[in-house]
């Protein structure tokens, strides 16, 4: 897979692919995973050619920033992009509140035993950072993204007043690490492309991550925030692209759309896709991974993985040959918008 450099508007680059793993996985996210293999996975992207690497102090609660961590020290710190997030802080003295069984930001089957509290203050988001460079191990991020702060971790009735929180303090203090050159790049990483252009409008940002919003099953990205990051020279990670798995495993019984059972329509929708891509020999996985990589604000997709033969195996997906035929007809069908852009 070959990196390419993305040049930030204060001169500084990025190196990029357009795979890049995500670590939610590797803090324990619905299954605990061995520490051996959670550090074999990690390596395993390298090795695969991929340079992006994201995480969270949410994940685990700091569990995936300290794993990630003890991998990434042992590869060459400037062949690679290091994101995390801001908006969490840890308490190593309070034990975790127990997750609900329905929750919108999905629970953790292990992880550390600390209490997470959201801290959008400028005071809370240097702790946060403190807490992320101390749980690695690394000397710097390349990116910090706000985290969450969306409608659908914070409720309609609290986003106003968190937004404010946010812009007030997170971002002057992401905006001073930036000015410092502690940080290379800043931005949010939300689950909303409204909240995405609300930000994009509010400040100066360089790249924001974006959960769900712009797969192969819905594009409500590509009206408003996708041509304004293209405007603005905001790159774009994307996660989720698989809308928390239906796209990966098809329409089968228990698939999963936002977290929780998919409703009857979005499995309707997701099984004329898949019968598209049936009728040219293409894995479903295959054309939702690929489809979410050619939008030119896309810097990269961002992939969770639980062993290095699923990330070979997401390299391999994203150069698999796929019939240009294909997507014309789920355009025919109006599965996919017309003005999205598809592979050559």
Same mark, same amino acid.
């Given at each position: 897979?070959?990196?390419?450099?993305h040049?930030?508007?204060?001169?500084?680059?990025?190196?990029?692919?357009?795979?890049?793993?995500g670590?939610?996985p590797?803090?324990?996210?619905?299954?605990?995973?061995?520490?051996?293999?959670?550090?074999?996975?990690?390596?395993?992207?390298?090795?695969?050619?991929?340079?992006?690497?994201?995480?969270?102090?949410?994940?685990?609660?700091?569990?995936?920033?300290?794993?990630?961590?003890a991998?990434?020290?042992?590869?060459?710190?400037?062949?690679?992009?290091?994101?995390?997030k801001?908006?969490?802080?840890?308490?190593p003295?309070?034990?975790?509140?127990?997750?609900?069984?329905?929750?919108?930001?999905?629970?953790?089957?292990?992880?550390?035993?600390?209490?997470?509290?959201?801290?959008?203050?400028?005071?809370?988001v240097?702790?946060?950072?403190?807490?992320?460079?101390l749980?690695?191990?690394?000397?710097?991020?390349?990116?910090?993204?706000?985290?969450?702060?969306?409608?659908w971790?914070?409720?309609?009735?609290?986003?106003?007043?968190?937004?404010?929180?946010?812009?007030?303090?997170?971002?002057?203090?992401?905006?001073?690490?930036?000015?410092?050159?502690?940080?290379?790049?800043?931005?949010?990483?939300?689950?909303?492309?409204?909240?995405?252009?609300?930000?994009?409008?509010?400040?100066?940002?360089?790249?924001?991550?974006?959960?769900?919003?712009?797969?192969l099953?819905?594009?409500?990205?590509?009206?408003?925030?996708?041509?304004?990051?293209?405007?603005?020279?905001?790159?774009?990670?994307?996660?989720?692209?698989?809308n928390?798995?239906?796209?990966?495993?098809?329409?089968?019984p228990?698939?999963?759309?936002?977290?929780?059972?998919?409703?009857?329509?979005?499995?309707?929708?997701? !099984?004329?896709? %898949?019968? &598209?891509?049936?009728?040219?020999g293409?894995? +479903? =996985?295959? $054309?939702? #991974?690929?489809f @979410?990589?050619?939008?030119?604000?896309?810097l990269?997709?961002?992939?969770?993985?639980?062993?290095?033969?699923?990330?070979?195996?997401?390299?391999? !997906?994203?150069? %698999?040959? &796929?019939?240009?035929?294909?997507?014309?007809? +789920? =355009?025919? $069908?109006? #599965?996919?918008? @017309?003005?999205?852009?598809?592979?050559?």
């Amino acid at each position: 897979m070959l990196a390419r450099t993305h040049i930030l508007r204060n001169g500084a680059s990025l190196p990029v692919t357009p795979l890049g793993l995500g670590s939610a996985p590797l803090g324990d996210l619905f299954d605990k995973l061995d520490e051996t293999v959670a550090h074999a996975t990690v390596a395993g992207a390298f090795a695969a050619g991929i340079r992006v690497f994201d995480t969270s102090p949410h994940y685990g609660n700091g569990l995936a920033e300290a794993r990630c961590g003890a991998a990434l020290r042992t590869l060459p710190r400037d062949a690679i992009t290091v994101s995390t997030k801001v908006g969490r802080v840890m308490d190593p003295f309070a034990p975790p509140v127990a997750q609900a069984g329905d929750v919108a930001s999905p629970g953790f089957a292990g992880g550390f035993p600390h209490r997470a509290r959201f801290d959008y203050s400028q005071d809370g988001v240097m702790r946060s950072v403190e807490q992320s460079l101390l749980r690695t191990g690394l000397g710097r991020f390349d990116i910090l993204l706000i985290h969450d702060c969306d409608v659908w971790t914070q409720g309609a009735d609290h986003i106003d007043r968190v937004f404010g929180e946010a812009m007030d303090g997170a971002y002057r203090a992401l905006d001073r690490l930036r000015a410092e050159g502690t940080v290379g790049a800043i931005g949010v990483g939300v689950n909303e492309a409204d909240m995405c252009e609300r930000f994009a409008r509010a400040g100066d940002f360089d790249v924001m991550m974006l959960a769900g919003r712009y797969s192969l099953l819905e594009q409500p990205a590509l009206t408003r925030f996708l041509p304004l990051a293209t405007e603005k020279n905001i790159g774009v990670l994307l996660a989720g692209i698989f809308n928390s798995g239906i796209l990966a495993t098809g329409p089968v019984p228990g698939a999963r759309y936002n977290y929780a059972p998919a409703p009857p329509a979005v499995l309707e929708r997701v !099984a004329a896709i %898949a019968r &598209i891509c049936d009728r040219h020999g293409v894995p +479903l =996985r295959h $054309a939702a #991974l690929q489809f @979410a990589t050619v939008h030119p604000a896309v810097l990269s997709v961002v992939l969770g993985a639980v062993a290095p033969n699923e990330v070979n195996d997401a390299v391999a !997906a994203i150069a %698999a040959p &796929i019939p240009p035929a294909l997507w014309s007809d +789920l =355009r025919s $069908a109006g #599965l996919l918008d @017309a003005a999205a852009p598809t592979p050559a």
